[in-house]
């Protein structure tokens, strides 16, 4: 079946301890991404990535780091979260042709107090 | 980057066709028009997708307009199962390929 997997889905941390939310999908997909949900404001690209080892930024990375280095795993990092990065995150990965499905994560809710 | 606008919320009845809008009027040539739902608490889910022609499958069908500034998302039957948020993605055919959200339309099923 294919699964992209997001672990952990619920989680609740401090301010400043560094936590990696990961993504592992089975499809042999080229193509990941990260989104952050925010009331009102929809879905947000973080980042994304086009191969293992080639990743670049969305439309808010401030905060995240990430690293392609397989093919199926794409780690979400926040070196020192802060309040205003609880949110809730999806990962999504699909294959590069722009015209293939896009399969996304059941989502991590992320509390950061 | 090409930026969609849907209607915040729609409504319809259980068992009637509903026709959801979305602007695109800055797409360009490659750029692949999406439509993904999402339930309370779920990833969106897959529901169609296109670049000039109208597209059929079981679960809906795509209107795209030709000169492709906009496109309609048509469920020929609601039924309640249908009522999730509908978000309009464009996805760059080239270079980064980039997702784009639209704030996506809240639709509403009445029994």
């Known amino acids: 079946e294919a699964q992209v997997t997001q672990n952990p889905r619920y989680l609740i941390t401090v301010t400043g301890k560094k936590l990696t939310v990961t993504c592992s999908q089975n499809m042999n997909h080229e193509y990941m991404s990260w989104y952050r949900q925010d009331p009102g404001l929809g879905l947000r690209q973080i980042y994304y990535?086009?191969?293992?080892?080639?990743?670049d930024k969305g439309d808010v990375p401030e905060g995240y780091k990430v690293s392609r280095k397989e093919k199926r795993n794409f780690p979400l990092i926040l070196e020192s979260p802060s309040p205003n990065q609880t949110s809730l995150y999806f990962c999504a990965s699909s294959d590069r042709l722009p015209g293939n499905t896009i399969y996304f994560g059941e989502g991590s809710w992320l509390t950061v107090v | 980057d090409a930026k969609t606008t849907q209607p915040n919320s729609m409504e319809s009845n259980e068992e009637e066709p509903v026709h959801l809008p979305c602007n695109h009027s800055?797409?360009?040539?490659?750029?692949?028009i999406h439509w993904y739902r999402q339930l309370p608490s779920q990833g969106p889910e897959y529901v169609i997708h296109g670049l000039t022609s109208n597209v059929n499958n079981r679960m809906a069908s795509l209107a795209i307009a030709e000169d492709r500034k906009s496109s309609t998302l048509i469920l020929h039957r609601a039924t309640l199962r249908d009522a999730a948020v509908y978000y309009c993605i464009l996805r760059e055919g080239a270079g980064a390929q980039k997702l784009v959200f639209g704030q996506g339309t809240r639709l509403t099923i009445n029994p």
């Open positions: 990535s086009m191969n293992v080892e080639v990743t």
């Open positions: 800055t797409i360009s040539g490659t750029d692949y």
